[in-house]
């Protein structure tokens, strides 16, 4: 067990932190209070060996970081990235100061990497993500059409919204790859300029990632470092591998980071930026059909006469009717068949 140094507040220990039957209602019997009821709620920033660098008091004057571990009622709970915990303890955020994560909240989003040699179970990199980010170069490396493809996929799954970020516009015009995916309609920014950026290219992927927190992804030699570097000068500053975030110079070259976006247009809004260093795959074993679909508003009605458990890519499959009957473009099944035959397909073709 770590050794915690005497707490300002909430001095519980961990016996006390575990979460005890009682009535609705009924108010707690001992001095402790098991329900946490003035813990803090915090957003969880960095994974590192079982320490969590959390942000509470967020957006306001108090707003700064804590280090915190997993208090044992969680059990095998897991805490990750862009999670909502509640949080007891020393909250004081000073040098070696230690709190405990004791409630994790429900999950808006869930966004999954691949299983791999080393760990056969899919798991959670990020939480509460709203978008995923697919930078994709126009040329210098070629565009993976399939690689995009399985990456939307995955952001349907998790409920997280595509944004396509097609980078180097200054080697090869976009249109090609735009056409491709024209009829999903997706909301995609181009950029140019690599170490050249300016506002003036920066401009219109602000707008798209302002009020939102966005997860980046792209294969190697896309440019995604260069873009979140631009887009977050702190961390240009900081060498790249630093953790600007917590501002403590800790390697993380594996695990995913969270920066912070500068306020933004006339909102002053800020943003959120999960950098995936690595995760360049998504679990996409456990798909459910059902959430992408959801995705496909003009298709979903026409599935009601499917056959049971349908692939809906498949002789019987009702989306054929439904589309020859003129309730929606055919491309946009064909689009819609395509992304569900990535899930079958390797990572790398
Ligand atoms: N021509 C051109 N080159 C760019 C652009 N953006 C980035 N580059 C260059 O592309 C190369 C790869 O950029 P990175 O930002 O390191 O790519 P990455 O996707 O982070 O790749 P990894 O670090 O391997 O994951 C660098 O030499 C950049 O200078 C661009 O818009 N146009
Ligand atoms: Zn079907």
Redesign the pocket.
């Known amino acids: 067990m770590a050794n915690t140094r005497s707490t300002r507040r909430n001095d519980f220990d961990e016996d006390d932190v575990r979460v005890r039957p009682s009535r609705r209602g009924s108010r707690p019997r001992t001095r402790t209070r098991p329900k946490h009821e003035d813990a803090e709620t915090g957003r969880v920033l960095t994974v590192d060996r079982g320490r969590y660098t959390c942000l509470v008091d967020e957006d306001t004057k108090r707003e700064h970081e804590i280090t915190a571990m997993k208090a044992r009622e969680l059990g095998r709970k897991g805490v990750v990235i862009g999670d909502r915990v509640s949080i007891v303890g020393d909250v004081s955020g000073e040098k070696g100061a230690l709190a405990r994560i004791v409630r994790v909240e429900e999950r808006r989003s869930v966004l999954r990497r691949t299983a791999d040699d080393d760990d056969p179970y899919e798991r959670i990199i990020v939480a509460n993500a709203d978008q995923l980010a697919i930078?994709t170069?126009l040329a210098?490396p070629e565009p993976r059409p399939r690689l995009i493809d399985r990456c939307l996929v995955a952001a349907y799954d998790a409920g997280m919204q595509p944004l396509l970020v097609l980078?180097?516009?200054?080697?090869v015009p976009p249109e090609t790859l735009l056409d491709m995916y024209g009829a999903l309609g997706l909301p995609y920014v181009v950029?140019?300029?690599?170490?050249a950026y300016d506002d003036w290219d920066l401009d219109p992927i602000r707008a798209q990632l302002a009020g939102l927190t966005t997860v980046f992804v792209?294969?190697?030699?896309?440019?995604?470092?260069?873009?979140v570097n631009a887009l977050v000068p702190e961390r240009q500053r900081a060498t790249g591998q630093v953790n600007v975030v917590t501002g403590r110079g800790r390697h993380t070259t594996t695990s995913a980071l969270t920066l912070r976006l500068p306020a933004y247009g006339e909102e002053r809004e800020s943003g959120w930026v999960v950098d995936t260093?690595g995760v360049r795959s998504f679990g996409l074993n456990h798909v459910d059909l059902g959430r992408i679909i959801k995705a496909f508003p003009d298709l979903e009605p026409g599935t009601a006469d499917c056959p049971r458990n349908c692939s809906h890519d498949e002789p019987d499959c009702a989306l054929d009717a439904w589309v020859a009957g003129g309730h929606a473009d055919p491309a946009r099944l064909a689009s819609l068949r395509r992304l569900l035959a990535a899930r079958e397909q390797g990572e790398d073709d």
């Open positions: 930078v170069a210098d980078t180097k516009a200054d080697l950029t140019r300029g690599g170490d792209g294969h190697s030699g896309v440019g995604k470092t260069t873009l260093p």
